[in-house]
Nanobody, 118 residues
Framework: HLQLVESGGGLVQPGGSLRLSCVAS????????IAWFRQVPGKEREAVSC????????NFPQSVKGRFTISRDNAKNTVYLQMNSLKPEDTAVYYCNAKHIVSQFENWGQGTLVTVSE
């Protein structure tokens, strides 16, 4: 059973950058398509970036395009989300999602909180 652990969240000033990490155990990420989601209390979870081959929701907010970049290091079984030029509206809990390329079974991490504020 694949387990995902996100890290790298925290408090950052507007205009700053953060890199989130998602480390997998119990399986190898090269068998999964990956996406990052975020959620604000009271709102639906929304996708913000995905790896190639991900066939889920790709309606990323226009506001994150050009600022958020996903990458992966299969040797480290880790996926990253680089976030630049952060804005207060990026404040949310960020989740890593891994979907098996054959079974389509999805796994979620526990989330990491990003707060963008002065």
């Amino acid at each position: 059973h694949l387990q995902l652990v996100e890290s790298g969240g925290g408090l950052v000033q507007p205009g700053g950058s953060l890199r989130l990490s998602c480390v997998a155990s119990g399986g190898t990420l090269d068998r999964y398509a990956i996406a990052w989601f975020r959620q604000v209390p009271g709102k639906e979870r929304e996708a913000v970036s995905c790896s190639s081959g991900y066939d889920g929701n790709k309606n990323f907010p226009q506001s994150v395009k050009g600022r958020f970049t996903i990458s992966r290091d299969n040797a480290k079984n880790t996926v990253y989300l680089q976030m630049n030029s952060l804005k207060p509206e990026d404040t949310a809990v960020y989740y890593c999602n891994a979907k098996h390329i054959v079974s389509q079974f999805e796994n979620w991490g526990q989330g990491t909180l990003v707060t963008v504020s002065e």
